[in-house]
């Protein structure tokens, strides 16, 4: 099969921060191993080995970029309905509260997909082989924030406040110290000693971070629709503790995890949370692989081509 796929965000590979594109890079890597033909349309900055490269041009019209030979087109970040060739579209973000799911789009959870009135979801895999392999015996004496920081959905001050009412250092990577948003955002906590603060870290520092922390603190304020977040995390061995919005409650098990809407009951739990490094690491291997994301993709792709609706 020749499959085209488009993104609009930031160019591949992914150095330091972009989900979708860590997440379209694996599909393509592991389409490309199972004998497919990948082509990606991207912007400007990327390059590949493993598959073609196509830069998108702002006011070029889609179908004048798209290979001829192109089987099925899979858009990330848009899609433009006066595609002439098969396509579907994966959701990696929220659409407004009511909205109803096209045939063609593929949600990143059950979650995702049922508050937009859909039913085909593909949860988001990694290319585990890009990352590091994670020492699982080493001490552990911290927990750690990961997430674009200046975004008030994903909570980094309730992070902050469950690390110092636990008595916890946290590590928090994707953020700067001093911010407009952490003087006003309850300084007492975001700015406390027991913080500290790196900017946006590759898959290298990541990992040495993450292998030394007891947890994610993740307490996000709205439905996240999967959060790369939490699977790498589990890949360092690292459980879990959040809200119970959006994707969480299906990605986070008891075993390797603890949710709650209250800052004080998971400031309560984390320091007693009897958690397997091993088990975290082998979870998230073994369910959130880039292989198994894409023999579903390929489940889904074939759904369409043979004219069926996905919702």
Same mark, same amino acid.
């Given at each position: 099969?020749?499959?085209?796929?488009?993104?609009?965000?930031?160019?591949?590979?992914?150095?330091?921060?972009?989900?979708?594109?860590?997440?379209?890079?694996?599909?393509?890597?592991?389409?490309?191993?199972?004998?497919?033909?990948?082509?990606?349309?991207?912007?400007?900055?990327?390059?590949?080995?493993?598959?073609?490269?196509?830069?998108?041009?702002d006011n070029t019209p889609i179908n004048t970029l798209i290979p001829k030979d192109t089987?099925?087109?899979?858009?990330? !970040?848009?899609?433009?309905?006066?595609?002439?060739? +098969?396509?579907?579209?994966?959701?990696?973000?929220?659409? +407004?509260?009511?909205?109803?799911?096209?045939?063609?789009?593929?949600?990143?959870?059950?979650?995702?997909?049922?508050?937009?009135?859909?039913?085909?979801?593909?949860?988001?895999?990694?290319?585990?082989?890009?990352?590091?392999?994670?020492?699982?015996?080493?001490?552990?004496?911290?927990?750690?924030?990961?997430?674009?920081?200046?975004?008030?959905?994903?909570?980094?001050?309730?992070?902050?406040?469950?690390?110092?009412?636990?008595?916890?250092?946290?590590?928090?990577?994707? !953020?700067?110290?001093?911010?407009?948003?952490?003087?006003?955002?309850?300084?007492?906590?975001?700015?406390? +000693?027991?913080?500290?603060?790196?900017?946006?870290?590759?898959?290298?520092?990541?990992?040495?971070?993450?292998?030394?922390?007891?947890?994610?603190?993740?307490?996000?304020?709205?439905?996240?629709?999967?959060?790369?977040?939490?699977?790498?995390?589990?890949?360092?061995?690292?459980?879990?503790?959040?809200?119970t919005l959006g994707s969480l409650p299906e990605l986070v098990l008891p075993e390797v995890?603890?949710?709650?809407?209250?800052?004080?009951?998971?400031?309560?739990?984390?320091?007693?949370?009897?958690?397997?490094?091993?088990r975290c690491h082998e979870y998230a291997l073994e369910n959130f692989n880039s292989k198994?994301?894409?023999?579903?993709?390929?489940?889904?792709?074939?759904?369409?081509?043979?004219?069926?609706?996905?919702?």
């Open positions: 099969m020749n499959i085209t796929i488009i993104n609009n965000g930031n160019p591949i590979p992914s150095i330091h921060y972009g989900g979708t594109e860590r997440v379209i890079w694996g599909l393509g890597y592991e389409l490309h191993k199972l004998g497919h033909k990948v082509t990606f349309i991207v912007p400007k900055g990327s390059y590949c080995d493993f598959a073609d490269v196509v830069f998108l041009e089987d099925i087109v899979h858009f990330n !970040g848009f899609y433009d309905e006066t595609c002439a060739f +098969p396509f579907v579209y994966t959701l990696h973000g929220n659409n +407004p509260e009511g909205s109803v799911a096209e045939p063609f789009t593929i949600f990143i959870s059950k979650n995702q997909a049922l508050r937009n009135q859909g039913k085909t979801f593909i949860y988001n895999g990694l290319l585990w082989d890009d990352y590091p392999k994670v020492d699982l015996t080493k001490k552990r004496d911290y927990y750690h924030f990961l997430g674009k920081a200046s975004w008030k959905v994903k909570n980094l001050q309730g992070a902050c406040e469950i690390a110092v009412k636990s008595n916890n250092k946290l590590m928090v990577m994707g !953020g700067e110290k001093w911010t407009w948003a952490n003087l006003k955002r309850k300084p007492q906590f975001t700015l406390h +000693p027991n913080i500290k603060y790196f900017k946006q870290v590759n898959n290298t520092q990541k990992m040495a971070i993450m292998e030394h922390s007891k947890g994610l603190i993740f307490p996000v304020k709205w439905h996240e629709p999967f959060g790369l977040a939490i699977i790498e995390s589990m890949y360092a061995g690292c459980p879990v503790f959040g809200s995890g603890f949710l709650s809407n209250n800052i004080d009951e998971i400031s309560a739990k984390i320091n007693t949370f009897d958690f397997s490094p091993k198994k994301m894409a023999e579903n993709y390929l489940e889904a792709y074939t759904r369409i081509l043979d004219g069926e609706s996905l919702n």
